[in-house]
């Protein structure tokens, strides 16, 4: 019943930027938590950022500084703009939202981004 679309993954260059994007739709009518993960090829899934519905922004040491999580409480979207983008982000990136009471959540499908000269 509820899905999470991300988009905006790509391939960029080093030192480029990029702005992901996560639209929540379905039976959703309080989103607490959002996040983005990350997986790289061969490496276990990672927390980059996480956004309470009030509260403090926490990010990886690795892209802090680097990266700004916010959020549309209205519409049901979360973003993420990667600035200063290193080999090493390169990954399939996941939204994940916590909603209504405890145990309820979902994951998006993920989309790719390469990080590449």
């Known amino acids: 019943q509820v899905q999470l679309v991300e988009s905006g993954g790509g391939l960029v260059q080093p030192g480029g930027s990029l702005r992901l994007s996560c639209a929540a739709s379905?039976?959703?009518?309080?989103?607490?938590?959002m996040a983005w993960y990350r997986q790289a090829a061969g490496k276990q899934r990672e927390l980059v950022a996480r956004?309470?519905?009030?509260?403090?922004?926490n990010y990886a040491d690795s892209v802090k500084g680097r990266f700004i999580i916010s959020r549309d409480n209205a519409e049901n979207v979360v973003y993420l703009q990667m600035n200063s983008l290193k080999p090493e982000d390169t990954a399939v990136y996941y939204c994940?939202?916590?909603?209504?009471?405890?145990?309820?959540?979902?994951w998006g499908q993920g989309t790719q981004v390469t990080v590449s000269s």
């Open positions: 994940h939202i916590n909603y209504g009471g405890l145990g309820y959540d979902a």
């Open positions: 379905g039976t959703i009518f309080r989103i607490n938590t």
């Open positions: 956004i309470p519905r009030d509260g403090d922004t």
